[in-house]
């Protein structure tokens, strides 16, 4: 499919300028930093786009590594989504054998450092697109903190950050290039404390009262707890404080829980059960307990209309073009691994279990490491287990959501094998792959009213007269 002369410029701009946002990309997984501490990677953005004629808003909804870019005027006002933080642990060399840079350190394994970048790219490129055509409108570039750890999205959110944007282009590195069309879980993080009293365990256990027994009997309970609510519902949880000796009835005992559920109404209502079996436990113990929320991300509401504009920009500028060179990198990473290419694509088609008309489309190119071609969404319909603050942002505003290449088809997500990729050059070409479909998405919103109207309807009507509700309490604070 032929890209029209006036949309040309566009790509012609970013494959001119793609050796910037490389460098920018490699700067940034050269110094990871992990949710909360993202100064580096933060200011190099702002900096950047400031450069480029955007007037910077730094600090938003008190956060220290957050920042908002915009140019221009008047509507339609469309934002692209940008994150930036890396992973504990996950520290690599870019080549394909697991061995840390930095023993234990951070490393980008999950590719927020071409995930931001890609969203600079394509803003920029905007902005030059509609300047140079004269066309009206807004762009903004959020640049978001700690979507692994904590939320920034969701403290924009809250403060109405959000809430002019007409429609929000996202991105994420991955192992296909293709839309989304899929949902994820909503998901709240709680600790509880229960507090009892101290005594001496061998001559005086009826003086105490122990708070680690509250914790194990609300375990207890929670795992009963499991046996009766919906498929697809998550509950996770780990001892974090169970006393400091075996002969001192524990005073205090910490338990953090994650819940996870399809649907946020549905969230909420096992938290306030999991919250009755913590009152049971301390009736039982003779203990007291607060409870502290500590993040929480509504569920993704993807928007197809604009999965529809990614697949026809994706199409317009073709598969990406691998070297031998990078096939063999990403074949001795799958090599580490135990399956062959193909049985790497039949996990993915077991685990989405995915409808035949998507399994065989994805069988057709399952003999490479990497999935050069474009494909159409294969995942409408399907919950994702995993969550994500951009959940918070879709339940304010139409949002799009793309994929592209960084990843080998064995990539099991948050390892060594992205942070390895995402440091060479398969991650820069799923770079500007998703630049390029980001930004000729932008510009269809810019100059089609029908289809941004279009948008608009299918939002109203997903949502169904709900208006978004944040899970975090209105007295918490982003960390400073």
């Known amino acids: 499919m032929a890209v029209d002369e006036k949309k040309k410029a566009l790509l012609n701009w970013l494959d001119e300028n793609a050796a910037d946002f490389f460098r920018m990309a490699d700067q940034i997984w050269e110094n990871p930093e992990i949710s909360w501490e993202e100064v580096f990677a ?11 004629g955007f007037s910077i808003t730094r600090n938003p909804a008190g956060m220290r590594t957050a920042f908002i870019a915009e140019w221009g005027t008047g509507k339609p006002v469309l934002a692209f989504i940008g994150e930036y933080d890396a992973l504990p642990g996950l520290s690599q060399v870019n080549e394909p054998v697991k061995k840390a840079v930095v023993e234990g350190g951070p490393g980008h394994g999950c590719g927020h450092h071409i995930l931001g970048v ?16 004269n066309i009206s409108g807004t762009v903004r570039y959020y640049g978001t903190p700690a979507e692994e750890m904590g939320g920034g999205k969701v403290f924009m959110a809250r403060e109405g950050l959000f809430s002019d944007l007409d429609a929000a282009l996202t991105y994420h590195p991955s192992f296909i290039n293709m839309p989304s069309k899929a949902s994820t879980v909503a998901v709240v993080s709680s600790s509880f404390r229960f507090n009892g009293k101290s005594s001496h365990a061998g001559g005086a256990p009826h003086l105490g009262r122990s708070a680690l027994d509250a914790v194990e009997l609300m375990n207890v309970g929670a795992n009963y707890l499991r046996e009766h609510v919906l498929d697809g519902t998550r509950i996770h949880y780990v001892i974090t404080n ?8 524990p005073e205090t005992a910490e338990v953090d829980y994650i819940l996870r559920a399809e649907k946020l109404d549905y969230l909420l209502d096992v938290a306030d059960r999991l919250r009755n079996i913590a009152k049971g436990a301390a009736l039982m113990t003779d203990t007291t307990f607060e409870e502290t929320i500590k993040s929480g991300y509504a569920s993704m509401v993807s928007n ?13 500028i073709g598969p990406i073009q691998y070297t031998n060179d990078e096939l063999a990198f990403a074949q001795q990473i799958n090599d580490t691994f135990e399956a062959t290419n193909s049985g790497y694509i039949e996990q993915r088609i077991d685990t989405l279990k995915l409808g035949k008309q998507a399994a065989d489309t994805l069988r057709a190119h399952s003999d490479k490491p990497l999935l050069s071609a474009n494909f159409q969404a294969i995942d409408e319909g399907i919950v994702y287990k995993g969550a994500t603050d951009v959940g918070d942002l879709s339940q304010v505003v139409p949002t799009g959501a793309l994929e592209t290449v960084c990843f080998p088809t064995c990539s099991p997500g948050h390892s060594w094998v992205n942070t390895a990729c995402g440091g060479m050059s398969i991650g820069h070409k799923g770079l500007v792959h998703a630049a390029k479909a980001l930004a000729l998405t932008a510009a269809v919103l810019y100059t089609d009213k029908k289809t941004l109207e279009k948008v608009r309807e299918e939002f109203e009507e997903q949502m169904d007269g709900k208006t978004y509700t944040p899970l975090i309490p209105e007295e918490m604070c982003p960390p400073q």
């Open 42 to 52: 933060s200011g190099l953005q702002a900096d950047y786009l400031e450069s480029e």
């Open 118 to 133: 890609a969203s600079v790219a394509a803003a920029a490129a905007t902005r030059k697109w509609l300047e140079a055509n």
């Open 242 to 249: 169970g006393g400091q000796a075996a002969n001192i009835v």
């Open 304 to 316: 197809h209309a604009i999965a529809d504009l990614m697949y026809q920009a994706l199409e317009e």
